[in-house]
């Protein structure tokens, strides 16, 4: 990402930092800021960023799901394709300890045996990462650390910190990474460095979105913002077959995007 939109991002995204709170918990240290809702707060991270063309792709051969269902005597075909997942800014000050080990695909309860690569299978998982040095991003100043392999654990295995390495960022660089990974933020060990990284996740089009796009996202500014294949990405789509559909037929209608009705296959 070019030095331009990571200083717009920064200057729509800045204001919303400073007005964070610590966060009430433990999973997040205090010295940590977040922005969420980049949907509405900053058009530019979803054009770069969220539509980035290698992430995409990647999310689209790994995430996509498709089916074939007899209805009477016709076999129907759907394709259900990825949506948006979640967006972050976080801000790491100094002295913040590190984030304990966790994976994302956690939120979809998802359960599996341990397997070994050749066992793999496009499709499996349910959400992929992307993130995005906002600035230099060090194993000192907090770069997320990873288990490389770790996606083809079973579910219930214990991360160990020994296997980690360190995801290590140049501003605007990026680190696309499986929601299957133990990974974390690491400590800020630096007495005047931010940690500035920017990030999100998609996930298949039949889950449940980490972030509530529709609550978290005014829907006139999306609207505003975006054609119909974003608004569609953000979540205002049809997964096929019959899933989101409101009275109208598709979820596009309710932001004056005329849609045709019939068999939502």
């Known amino acids: 990402m070019s ?28 010295q940590t800021r977040r922005v969420n809702g980049l949907a509405s707060k900053s058009k530019i991270f979803m054009e770069k960023l969220v539509c980035y063309q290698a992430y995409q792709d990647a999310c689209d051969t790994l995430l996509t799901s498709r089916v074939s269902n007899w209805v009477g005597d016709v076999q129907e075909h759907s394709t259900s394709k990825p949506q948006l997942n979640n967006t972050i800014v976080f801000s790491i000050g100094p002295g913040a300890k590190a984030q304990p080990l966790h994976r994302d695909d956690m939120i979809h309860h998802r359960v599996k045996e341990r397997m070994e690569s050749s066992h793999y299978t496009i499709g499996q998982d349910s959400a992929i990462g992307f993130l995005v040095g906002g600035k230099k991003t060090t194993k000192a100043n907090g770069a997320t650390r990873f288990i490389p392999g770790s996606h083809l654990w079973k ?43 920017y990030s999100c996740f998609m996930t298949k089009g039949y889950l449940r ?57």
């Not at 030095?3 to 205090?30: N, S, V, Y």
């Not at 579910?155 to 990974?181: K, N, Q, R, W």
């Not at 974390?184 to 005047?192: E, H, K, L, V």
């Open 3 to 30: 030095t331009e939109d990571l200083a717009a991002i920064e200057k729509d995204t800045r204001i919303h930092l400073l007005a964070d709170k610590p966060w009430d918990g433990t999973f997040f240290p205090i």
């Open 155 to 197: 579910h219930d295995t214990p991360p160990a910190e020994d296997l980690c390495v360190y995801a290590e960022l140049e501003p605007g660089d990026g680190f696309i990474m499986l929601a299957s990974c133990y990974h974390g933020g690491s400590a800020n060990t630096t007495t005047d460095q931010e940690r500035l990284v």
């Open 209 to 265: 979105q980490e972030e509530n796009q529709y609550l978290n996202n005014p829907p006139e500014i999306q609207s505003s913002f975006y054609n119909d294949e974003m608004l569609k990405l953000i979540g205002y789509n049809l997964s096929a077959p019959f899933l989101g559909w409101i009275k109208e037929g598709h979820p596009l209608a309710a932001l004056g995007r005329a849609q045709p009705l019939g068999d939502m296959y």
